[in-house]
């Protein structure tokens, strides 16, 4: 089955310890991509990768990372998560070689909480 | 600044009715402008896309109008049933593959 797996699915922290949301995509896509949903904010950008070893940020990247080594994964890193990161992310990716219009395609989620 | 504005309010319709959602943009030429229907707790679902030169597009139940003049995408839920309850978000993608996202419509469909 085509899908985007993220892991987990909630996570409970505290601040300053350092995790790692792991995503993959078995669609062999070209376009991964972060976003957090905050309440009224709808979904915002973290960070995006073209391909592999490519990424860039999106309109929200302070305090967070990510790699891009394989196609398939694109994991999200934070190294000192604060407060104001709790959040739902969402882990997405599409096809881009055949050029615009093409549909993302979103993972399950990850309800992060920092205390 | 770029910005994407959707219902702001809620939307509450009688089973059978049509649901009809707007998308508003400012400072934004969208090549193409897509739909998804999104469920408490999980991650949206695509549902329509349509492209800058197309004035409607139709999937079942659902319609999608773009007006690249008024900036504004309607998106509407014909004989809509209670299993269309859901947050609908539009998005719009410019030359640089990035979909930027409204913060989206709920709409709760009563029987």
């Known amino acids: 089955e085509a899908q985007v797996t993220q892991n987990p699915r909630y996570l409970i922290t505290v601040t300053g310890k350092k995790l790692t949301v792991t995503c993959s995509q078995n669609?062999?896509?070209?376009?991964m991509s972060w976003y957090r949903q905050d309440p009224g904010l709808g979904l915002r950008q973290i960070y995006y990768?073209?391909?592999?070893?490519?990424?860039d940020k999106g309109d929200v990247p302070e305090g967070y990372k990510v790699s891009r080594k394989e196609k398939r994964n694109f994991p999200l890193i934070l190294e000192s998560p604060s407060p104001n990161q709790t959040s739902l992310y969402f882990c997405?990716?599409?096809?881009?070689?055949?050029?615009?219009?093409?549909?993302?395609?979103f993972g399950n989620g990850t309800r992060l909480t920092v205390t | 600044s770029q910005k994407i504005e959707q219902n702001s309010e809620a939307l509450n319709i009688q089973e059978g009715k049509t649901a009809t959602l707007t998308c508003n943009y400012t400072?934004?030429?969208?090549?193409?402008l897509q739909w998804y229907r999104q469920d408490p707790g999980r991650g949206p679902v695509f549902l329509l896309l349509?492209?800058?030169?197309?004035k409607e597009k139709r999937k079942e139940r659902l319609k999608v109008t773009f007006d690249t003049t008024l900036k504004q995408s309607l998106f509407h839920i014909t004989a809509s049933q209670p299993a269309d309850s859901a947050t609908y978000l539009c998005?719009?993608?410019?030359?640089?593959?990035?979909?930027?996202f409204g913060a989206g419509t709920t709409v709760t469909v009563r029987a």
């Open positions: 400072n934004y030429s969208p090549a193409y």
């Open positions: 669609m062999n896509h070209e376009y």
């Open positions: 998005a719009l993608e410019g030359s640089d593959y990035k979909l930027s």
């Open positions: 349509i492209r800058e030169n197309e």
């Open positions: 990768s073209m391909n592999v070893e490519v990424t």
């Open positions: 997405a990716s599409r096809k881009t070689s055949g050029g615009f219009g093409s549909p993302l395609h």
